[in-house]
């Protein structure tokens, strides 16, 4: 597994790869490394330059992130939500014949934020919810932000 630090507006992220596929995005800093990152490290690392330039990215990766089946489930959906848009949990529990807190669960889990977006998940209400990024819902605020999606 290697994998490659990336310093983004929303914090530290780690990218890591197995086997040629992106397997995990991890907020923070890893050990420093000499090994060089495996290109699909860097493609990723170019499209989230991109995409936090405000660009429309779509992250046409190979990914493989470990999870359950349900999981994997709801996270392909996820990754069906476009750029600037955004669906409620349970409009998305709805559409794959799941429980709203099921869904929230799966979201919870997501080895790959902002490559699988689960930032475009609202509550009912459209408030935010919740968010397992660093600053929780403050980087959810800022990346919707950054897609048009909420309001400056």
Not at 7 to 30: D, H, I, K, M
Not at 106 to 133: E, K, Q, W
Request: aromatic share 10%; proline share 9%; hydrophobic share 40%.
């Amino acid at each position: 597994m290697s994998y490659l630090a990336y310093n983004s507006p929303v914090g530290a992220l780690t990218l890591f790869e197995e086997n040629g596929r992106l397997v995990a995005v991890e907020w923070g800093w890893p050990p420093e490394t000499d090994e060089k990152p495996a290109p699909v490290l860097e493609r990723a690392r170019d499209l989230l330059d991109a995409y936090f330039e405000g660009k429309k990215v779509d992250f046409d990766l190979p990914m493989e992130p470990a999870g359950t089946a349900f999981q994997k489930k709801v996270w392909q959906a996820l990754s069906r939500i476009p750029f600037g848009a955004t669906r409620s949990y349970g409009e998305l529990a709805a559409e794959l014949g799941t429980a709203p807190r099921a869904l929230g669960g799966a979201c919870g889990r997501n080895p790959l934020p902002i490559l699988i977006p689960c930032h475009r998940v609202l509550a009912a209400d459209r408030s935010l919810g919740g968010y397992s990024g660093l600053e929780g819902t403050d980087t959810k605020r800022f990346l919707l932000r950054l897609e048009g999606a909420l309001p400056g």
